[in-house]
């Protein structure tokens, strides 16, 4: 939906909804869907309330 040219400061979260329900609450806003790359995690790009993009990503927690 965007080019992203330069580089993007990301956060590794517990829980991304939790996670993006506080970026909103805060001012932000979620610019991409929640996204999964197979097997390693969820992603999503976000504004914060300055306007700056960054991305919030949440680990997979494999099964034993």
């Given at each position: 939906p965007f080019p992203i040219t330069s580089p993007?400061?990301?956060v590794v979260?517990?829980?991304?909804d939790e996670?993006?329900?506080?970026?909103?609450a805060a001012g932000g806003t979620q610019i991409t869907e929640t996204k999964e790359i197979p097997k390693m995690g969820l992603y999503a790009y976000i504004k914060d309330s300055?306007?700056?993009?960054m991305g919030v990503?949440?680990?997979?927690?494999?099964?034993?």
């Open positions: 993007v400061i990301t979260v517990e829980n991304i996670a993006l329900k506080k970026v909103k300055e306007r700056n993009t990503w949440q680990d997979l927690k494999m099964k034993e």
